[in-house]
């Protein structure tokens, strides 16, 4: 049975809601997206747990965390993540994010350079200016949903009809990971999009700076596209490895579409890690 423990943090005065698997195993921080929580990452979690403690905390303005304030800025995610590390003295955990989640993860390693062993990124916002929009590119005739028209209405919804919503859009996630989105789709705070979440430096000034090993994880009909990904190798300068990888078939939400490829391309790249 997956057990994790739950707790609360103070960070700069922000209070942090995180779950914990536990365990001394090296440390692993789970990031996620935007009107996601920590407990989205939960089959992510069961797969990692019997290695690593993993820690799945609420961004600030997500699930049990404070609700974002007049000083909330991208870059205070990468501050908490920062400041949890610290306090729960994770020595170099392994940082994946998601989406928003998948940024804040570059500006730690970016402005924390000493603290992340490697970074994992599944579809970083890389080039996101604006709210986006929906898009199902294996059926292009459909239009474009706009994201936040569309969650902001989930979020006024009763559990039950946001899980029905969660099936019309994308039928082929597990029911597990439906439930855990649709909880968070209840927990978000809405002033979200309206606050600068994402950093706004192109990628190309971002991944040069990168030190530490680090993992691209890319849809088929994603943010960051197959030529972003290689401008991005080609920019690399740490000494450290880059690599990345497009899993055919997803979107966006590369794992909740494909786990199978995902949970492969993440052990294989852990593996390849130094001890």
């Known amino acids: 049975m997956f057990k994790y423990k739950e707790s609360y943090l103070n960070i700069r005065g922000i209070k942090i809601h995180y ?8 440390p692993f921080i789970l990031l996620h997206g935007a009107t996601d929580n920590g407990l989205c990452w939960t089959p992510v979690a069961k797969m990692l747990a019997e290695k690593y403690d993993v820690i799945m905390p609420d961004a600030q303005g997500h699930g049990l965390s404070d609700r974002l304030d007049k000083d909330f800025t991208f870059q205070s995610h990468a501050e908490q993540v920062a400041g949890l590390a610290k306090q729960l003295k994770l020595k170099n955990p392994i940082i994946m994010g998601h989406s928003m989640g998948a940024g804040t993860a570059v500006n730690v390693a970016i402005d924390y350079p000493s603290l992340p062993k490697a970074v994992i990124l599944e579809d970083p916002p890389w080039g996101v ?3 986006p929009k929906l898009e199902n590119r294996r059926e292009p005739d459909k239009p474009p949903v706009d994201m936040m028209q569309f969650l902001t209405g989930l979020n006024k919804l009763p559990l039950e009809k946001i899980i029905e919503g969660g099936r019309k859009l994308d039928p082929s996630w597990t029911e597990e990971e439906r439930l855990y989105w649709a909880k968070a ?3 978000f705070d809405p002033s ?10 192109p990628y190309a000034e971002l991944v040069p700076k990168i030190q530490c090993p680090t993992l691209l994880i890319i ?13 991005a190798a080609r920019l690399w300068k740490s000494k450290h490895p880059f690599k990345w990888v497009q899993i055919k078939g997803s979107t966006h939400n590369i794992r909740r579409d494909n786990f199978p490829a995902f949970r492969d391309t993440i052990l294989s790249f852990l593996e390849s890690l130094p001890a």
Do not use: C, D
């Not at 849809?219 to 290689?230: D, F, L, N, P, Q």
């Open 192 to 201: 979200l999009f309206s606050k600068m979440v994402i950093n706004p430096k």
């Open 19 to 26: 779950y914990r698997t536990g365990g001394k195993k090296p």
């Open 219 to 231: 849809a088929e009909y994603g943010i960051v596209s197959k030529e972003v990904a290689e401008n």
């Open 129 to 131: 200016t604006g709210p």
């Open 185 to 187: 789709k209840q927990q």
